[in-house]
T-cell receptor, first 115, second 116 residues
Framework: DQQVKQNSPSLSVQEGRISILNCDYTNSMFDYFLWYKKYPAEGPTFLISISSIKDKNEDGRFTVFLNKSAKHLSLHIVPSQPGDSAVYFC??????????????FGRGTQLTVWP | NAGVTQTPKFRVLKTGQSMTLLCAQDMNHEYMYWYRQDPGMGLRLIHYSVGEGTTAKGEVPDGYNVSRLKKQNFLLGLESAAPSQTSVYFCASNRPTDRASNQPQHFGDGTRLSIL
């Protein structure tokens, strides 16, 4: 059963506009969330994360928002650039306070930023 | 700085053949992981290791074995390959997490494996 869900397989956005990628989870014990970006023929690369004790984390053009009551997080990219075109994976961890940090991944959203 | 290196990058096997995928990391990370990614699916954990000489099962371990004889290497073995094991395999590593800091996993570029 998929505990981390990305219900939009694809998203298309014009350059300069905001991209919003969404992620829902079912396990209320998740306490750490990450976004990974993946280009074709490459491995996922870490983008940004957020702890369950926060509701927002910002890093340059990337901001992640967490709504624990709704079990929902989103990644905002502003402004979007053609180089942002990639598959974005949402991931969650149960074990922030322990020593494993095993990740549960969503199925990914293909973002396409067009000029 | 190589990070996480996977070999080979591509491989085609016949059903029933065996092979070993190698993952090497040069970041002195304690934890290492093997995932598989199938079309339309997220990454699913096969096996993982929290240190040299230790391994554990993940979400989809059947048909695979692993070994961590050296801290920097994590091997994934297929004893008798099946078409259902056609996939892209990713290795990852990180340091232990604690309440003060979270250590994201660093991934290799993957091994594309086809079983005919």
């Amino acid at each position: 059963d998929q505990q981390v869900k990305q219900n939009s397989p694809s998203l298309s956005v014009q350059e300069g506009r905001i991209s919003i990628l969404n992620c829902d989870y079912t396990n209320s014990m998740f306490d750490y969330f990450l976004w990974y970006k993946k280009y074709p023929a490459e491995g996922p690369t870490f983008l940004i994360s957020i702890s369950s004790i926060k509701d927002k984390n910002e890093d340059g053009r990337f901001t992640v928002f967490l709504n624990k009551s709704a079990k929902h997080l989103s990644l905002h990219i502003v402004p979007s650039q053609p180089g942002d075109s990639a598959v974005y994976f949402c991931a969650a961890s149960l074990d922030r306070g322990s020593t494993l940090g095993r990740l549960y991944f969503g199925r990914g959203t293909q973002l396409t930023v067009w000029p | 700085n190589a990070g996480v290196t996977q070999t080979p990058k591509f491989r085609v096997l016949k059903t029933g053949q065996s092979m070993t995928l190698l993952c090497a990391q040069d970041m002195n990370h304690e934890y290492m992981y093997w995932y598989r990614q199938d079309p339309g699916m997220g990454l699913r954990l096969i096996h993982y290791s929290v240190g040299e000489g230790t391994t554990a099962k993940g979400e989809v371990p059947d048909g695979y074995n692993v070994s961590r004889l050296k801290k920097q290497n994590f091997l994934l073995g297929l004893e008798s390959a099946a078409p259902s094991q056609t996939s892209v395999y990713f290795c990852a590593s990180n340091r232990p997490t604690d309440r003060a800091s979270n250590q994201p996993q660093h991934f290799g570029d993957g091994t594309r494996l086809s079983i005919l």
